[in-house]
């Protein structure tokens, strides 16, 4: 049985139903991200003085990774139309640069999300703040890079490029002032780079965990938000892929269907661009 | 592409808007947002680093910082869904599809905005 109106356009709608579907979809993903975004403004503003990261993430990679993401935005569009000009070959190139791009931002998404695995923060008993790379070579005890946070055994442990805060009494204090950070990219963050190695016993340790999910409320709402978009940017990716490769031969049998469905995984692209266009300032600049 | 030439009336015939000689002009109008695009992303982190606070009045109260950025991120959001989503020149169908998601998205901030001014937390000031 033929499905109807997967190409012709539907007389009372005037479109094909495919793009109905689709808007149904994006409007439901508009809704989704939108709880998100909302649970992150409460996170925000919600926030102790003092404990909300700003310019935290690395501003380049992350206006790297918008610009990937804008180029593959035109480069769907560009397929697109191939396709309505009926330069097949055009298409195949565009969707090639587009499936390239989705790789590139997965590639230093993962680059980001590693660092912040491999970053860590102690809070040692007399009140001092550690922060930065353990120095696996150095440190005699072993530390955990997922939960539960715990020491076992005795030993020292070495934080290469370590930026110490004692300057107050209280941990608190201390992680408050190692959250406002220099700003990246300025001349105090280049300084920072050439801080010395700084070593301690585990039994000074109070508490300590790496920059994963569990670290804060914004660690927390980067990873889910981040997290949730990087799926949309695979499952984006993997369905242009399918009909650029396997599904080719669509194109021959039904060349409008085809284009349809380029117009349609198009669409959700165009999505998955839109979010970051806001994710970007919100979690790298503000 | 030998088989895709007798195709070529036919893929044009579907809706007269997307003709392909349409579609030409639309090529030249693509690039040119992808470009505005970019450069919106580069004046978003340029924005980024100057205190808007300590320039425009009310510096105190409000964060400029903040709306700077979202009026560039709507700019550059309207620019996607308007030309590369083609929002700009939908069938109808869609558009009501659309006031729903727009109603319930401004509800949602507006609830989300409204719950902060009126909320009773008592924040711990560590």
């Known amino acids: 049985m033929e499905i109807p109106y997967a190409v012709k356009p539907r007389p009372d709608t005037g479109l094909y139903n495919a793009k109905v579907g689709i808007w149904l979809f994006l409007a ?15 996170l925000r503003v919600g926030a102790p003085a003092g404990t909300w990261p700003h310019h935290w993430l690395n501003v380049l990679l992350g206006m790297f990774n918008t610009i990937v993401l804008i180029a593959s935005s035109v480069t769907v569009v560009l397929a697109w139309a191939s396709l309505k000009m009926n330069q097949f070959n055009k298409y195949r190139m565009y969707q090639a640069i587009t499936i390239l791009c989705a790789l590139i931002f997965m590639t230093i998404k993962s680059i ?7 970053h860590y923060e102690f809070q040692l008993k007399d009140g001092t703040v550690v922060d930065g790379h353990i120095d696996r070579e150095k440190s005699t005890v072993k530390v955990p890079a997922w939960i539960p946070f715990k020491l076992h055994g005795e030993g020292k ?9 004692k300057k107050h009494k209280t941990a608190a204090e201390n992680h408050a002032e190692l959250m406002e950070g220099p700003a990246p990219l300025s001349k105090e963050a280049k300084e920072a780079e050439e801080r010395p190695e700084y070593e301690f016993e585990s039994s000074q340790v109070q508490a300590f965990s790496n ?16 997290g949730l978009h990087a799926l949309h940017v695979v499952g984006g990716a ?22 349809n469905r380029v117009e349609v995984s198009g669409l959700f692209w165009h999505l998955v661009d839109l979010v970051w266009i806001f994710l970007f300032p919100v979690l790298y600049l503000l | 592409m030998s088989h895709s030439t007798s195709h070529a009336a036919h893929v044009a015939h579907d809706d007269h808007d997307h003709s392909p000689e349409e579609i030409k002009k639309h090529v030249r109008r693509y690039l ?35 709306i700077v950025a979202l009026i560039i991120a709507c700019a550059k959001g ?6 590369f989503m083609h929002l700009i020149s939908e069938k109808k169908m869609i558009y009501s599809v659309l006031a729903f998601t727009v109603f319930f998205f401004a509800a949602l901030m507006i609830l989300t905005i409204w719950s902060m001014e009126h909320s009773n937390i008592i924040h711990l000031q560590s």
């Open chain 1, 28 to 42: 439901s993903e508009v809704m989704l991200f939108g709880a998100l975004f909302s649970s992150y403004i409460l």
């Open chain 2, 78 to 83: 309207f620019l996607v869904a308007g030309f």
């Open chain 1, 238 to 259: 993997l369905v242009i892929f399918m009909i650029w490769g396997p599904l080719a031969s669509v194109w021959r049998k039904d060349p409008v269907q085809y284009t």
């Open chain 2, 32 to 66: 040119l947002i992808g470009a505005a695009l970019m450069i919106g992303t580069f004046l978003t982190v340029w924005a980024a680093f100057i205190d808007f606070g300590k320039i425009l009045p009310g510096g105190e109260s409000v964060n400029w910082n903040v």
């Open chain 1, 112 to 118: 980001e999300y590693g660092d912040k695995f491999k």
């Open chain 1, 157 to 165: 442990i070495v934080i290469e490029h370590a930026n110490v805060v």
């Open chain 1, 211 to 226: 920059y994963g999910p569990w670290h804060n409320t914004y660690t927390a709402i980067y990873f889910t938000l981040t």
